[in-house]
């Protein structure tokens, strides 16, 4: 599909194969994809966190307030508050969906809607510049030509592949996503288990917020809006089950520059906002229900 895409917009508009179209695709795709790979840790569990666009918001509003307010900070404290804000973010998450036992979809949704309102306390409904030139080149620049982000994506995908593949942690994680209950008796720390995955999306989605504002070069109260779907979209299109135990990060990967293709495009052919989101809700419905049918399949 990413394929087809591609040759398809090279034909219909030339501007998309211009080098300034295609830096514009790559740093989209870095930030979705980051997203959606932490997206990916909660849904492999069967969980999902519909609060990871106002993490990444909360976490670019606190580097650009510390940034504004406190030049002389330096650039490590600012990147672990961000960080920090993050993992909290997922923490809180994590103890009401494990502990209180809230679905987690009704529980992220409304830690979204609060964390909005935190921004907005924080943010003083003003946006905030100041970044220093080391994070601008980490967000803006490249190394031979390849973006700042695009490496630090990769360098993760790669670091997450060996994660869930080798480690106890990416075990449990699909078996609790495949059969909670049969994780349980087998003597998985479930609650434990999800808590963390909930900890470390809050933090990928942290890390796509800082990032996103050092690129800008500013932090405003809007960032993030809208991107719970997009590392949704990104996940499902690229083959991660809604139902949990089914996932990898190769197929998030491409199921990200799918998505930031698609964005694009929809831009270069002029279509309208509406209808862009009209054109990514269908996308969802398309790969949800795709992976609804892989599952009778295999039942």
């Not at 599909?1 to 219909?12: E, G, K, R």
């Not at 179209?21 to 997206?39: D, K, T």
């Not at 190394?143 to 990769?154: A, D, W």
């Not at 078996?175 to 003597?187: F, P, V």
Request: hydrophobic residues 60%.
């Amino acid at each position: 599909m990413l394929a087809v895409m591609a040759i398809f917009l090279s034909a219909a508009t030339p501007t998309f194969l211009s080098q300034e179209n295609v830096l514009w695709v790559l740093y989209s795709f870095a930030v979705i994809g980051l997203a959606s790979i932490g997206m990916l840790l909660v849904l492999a569990a069967g969980d999902i966190d519909l609060s990871i666009g106002a993490q990444i918001g909360l976490a670019a509003i606190i580097a650009g307030r510390i940034v504004f307010h406190h030049p002389e900070t330096p650039d490590v404290l600012v990147f672990g508050a961000s960080i920090a804000s993050g993992m909290f973010f997922g923490l809180i998450n994590g103890i009401i969906v494990t502990k209180f036992k809230f679905n987690a979809f009704i529980a992220t949704l409304a830690t979204g809607y609060i964390g909005r309102g935190v921004i907005v306390i924080i943010s003083e409904s003003r946006n905030f510049t100041g970044f220093s030139d080391d994070l601008s080149f980490v967000g803006q620049g490249r190394i031979l030509g390849i973006p700042n982000l695009v490496l630090i994506l990769f360098v993760l995908a790669v670091f997450w592949t060996w994660v869930l593949r080798r480690t106890v942690f990416g075990k449990y994680l699909f078996a609790i996503g495949g059969n909670a209950s049969a994780a349980r008796l087998s003597g998985v720390p479930v609650d434990r288990i999800r808590m963390l995955a909930f900890v470390l999306c809050g933090a990928m989605g942290a890390l796509a917020g800082f990032l996103l504002a050092c690129r800008l070069g500013v932090a405003e109260q809007t960032i993030g809006v809208g991107y719970e779907m997009e590392a949704v979209a990104g996940a499902v299109i690229g083959g991660v089950s809604i139902f949990g135990g089914i996932g990898s990060v190769l197929g998030v990967v491409i199921g990200s520059a799918a998505m930031a293709v698609i964005r694009n495009g929809l831009v270069l052919l002029q279509i309208g906002a509406m209808w862009q989101l009209l054109a990514t809700g269908s996308i969802i419905v398309a790969a949800v229900s795709i992976d609804g049918i892989r599952r009778k399949i295999r039942g």
